[in-house]
């Protein structure tokens, strides 16, 4: 069995254009004023490095991510190469391959298309995700969102798949438990039985 750490760390990945960046705070350093322990403090957005995306997100009174239940973030998964901008046409040929979860490895450069999200969503994907910073690409970053969201699709953006052969693993998703917000940062790993 071999697990692979699929998740991007929060303070040296790369920042989502117009998102604040992660900080952290030294409170209390050993040594110092008297310490005998070292306490941090960190801010960062919801969406900064590997992390879920709910429905929320896209969607008006949709549901928050404390409220999508785990059982949706582990399952079988395939991870597959590919880039640029993935099309409905892209989902017919490679949907009959997958399992119900699907990464998309790219380089940070797989983006869905609306009718790549319609055909996902249409063939009952439980979980897609991208190595990108977002499933969307650049310039219409609402359409595909709206089609996976409103389908009941879990998203996971930002995830580090470049030590990950393309194949078929489990997958275990672990969000962090926050109340009423629409993204959040998680640890993510691929387990493979094959070695």
């Known amino acids: 069995m071999k697990i692979y750490d699929i998740s991007r760390s929060l303070q040296s990945a790369e920042v989502y254009p117009g998102d604040p960046a992660p900080k952290l705070e030294r409170i209390k350093t050993i040594g110092e004023d008297g310490s005998v322990y070292n306490l941090t403090a960190f801010y ?23 409220e999508i239940p785990l059982e949706r973030m582990m399952g079988k998964c395939t991870v597959i190469s590919a880039s640029g901008i993935l099309t409905g046409e892209h989902m017919d040929q490679i949907l009959p391959y997958c399992e119900e979860n699907i990464l998309f ?64 693993y489990y997958l275990t998703v672990l969000p962090l438990k926050i109340e009423g917000v629409e993204g959040a940062p998680a640890r993510a790993i691929l387990i493979s039985s094959n070695e």
């Open 44 to 66: 960062a957005c919801c969406h900064n490095a590997t992390h879920i995306d709910a429905p929320l997100h896209f969607i008006e009174d949709g549901a928050t991510t404390q």
């Open 105 to 168: 490895k790219g380089n940070g450069k797989a983006f869905l298309s609306a009718s790549a999200a319609f055909a996902l969503a249409d063939a009952g994907i439980n979980l897609v995700g991208t190595d990108s910073q977002s499933i969307a690409p650049p310039n219409e970053t609402a359409r595909a969102h709206v089609e996976l969201l409103a389908r009941g699709l879990v998203i996971l953006e930002g995830l580090d798949l470049s030590e990950v052969p393309d194949g078929n």
